[in-house]
Nanobody, 124 residues
Framework: QVQLVESGGGLVQAGGSLRLSCVAS????????MAWFRQAPGKGREFVSA????????YYADSVKGRFTISRDYAKNTMYLQMNNLKPEDTAVYYC?????????????????WGQGTQVTVSS
């Protein structure tokens, strides 16, 4: 088992930046491919970004490509999502997720472990 805790959400104006963190505890962090998903009010959970195990290839939804950057620090058991040039449509609860696999998945059902979520609100 692994426990995931997100932080770093908040209220920001359009064009601003935030950095989300996801701290993992429990089983070794380096056993998991990790991802970020988000859920806007009234909508389903959607894939944002993922990072696989070695090699640490990264993947992004088209809607965030060029604006968001995913990374992980094995020494700190932490995954990050740097979000730049935020838009009102990025407003959502952001979740980190983990799967016991080398490769990533863009499907939420591919992930067994989830954090509680952190709210990101972007004002226009």
């Amino acid at each position: 088992q692994v426990q995931l805790v997100e932080s770093g959400g908040g209220l920001v104006q359009a064009g601003g930046s935030l950095r989300l963190s996801c701290v993992a505890s429990g089983r070794t962090f380096d056993s998991y491919a990790m991802a970020w998903f988000r859920q806007a009010p009234g909508k389903g959970r959607e894939f944002v970004s993922a990072i696989r195990l070695s090699p640490a290839y990264t993947y992004y939804a088209d809607s965030v490509k060029g604006r968001f950057t995913i990374s992980r620090d094995y020494a700190k058991n932490t995954m990050y999502l740097q979000m730049n040039n935020l838009k009102p449509e990025d407003t959502a609860v952001y979740y980190c997720a983990g799967r016991v696999s080398v490769g990533h998945s863009a499907n939420e059902f591919g992930y067994a472990f989830w954090g509680q979520g952190t709210q990101v609100t972007v004002s226009s």
